[in-house]
């Protein structure tokens, strides 16, 4: 079906920016959503923000106001763009895409990229 390749993690000073980005490889006709998870060591992966093939988005609250989840379908590719970064923004970030496959959804996830919030 294809692969997700994300890149944009990095180290930055809290109150900082970043924008992750996740390409998707092959049809993106047959995504329903894309969404982008994170995980901090000893913590369950969480949901971060999602955006649906009809362009509706919701957020977790710790990122609300702050982080803004886009998808650009000319080039297959998901962004989350955070802004006013905190220490516990600190995570791995993954990107999720759900697909039909068969007619049936199904998950497709990025290797994740390190988002390292220093105060």
């Known amino acids: 079906q294809g692969q997700l390749v994300e890149s944009g993690g990095g180290l930055v000073q809290a109150g900082g920016s970043l924008r992750l980005s996740c390409t998707t490889s092959?049809?993106?006709?047959?995504?329903?959503?894309m969404s982008w998870y994170r995980q901090a060591p000893g913590k369950q992966r969480e949901l971060v923000a999602r955006i649906t093939n009809i362009g509706t988005t919701n957020y977790a609250d710790s990122v609300k106001g702050r982080f803004a989840i886009s998808r650009d379908s000319a080039k297959n590719t998901v962004y989350l763009q955070m802004n006013s970064l905190k220490p516990e923004d600190t995570a791995v970030y993954y990107c999720?895409?759900?697909?039909?496959?068969?007619?049936?959804?199904?998950?497709?996830w990025g290797q994740g990229t390190q988002v390292s919030v220093s105060s």
């Open positions: 999720k895409a759900v697909a039909l496959r068969l007619g049936a959804p199904y998950d497709y």
């Open positions: 092959g049809s993106s006709f047959s995504i329903i959503t």
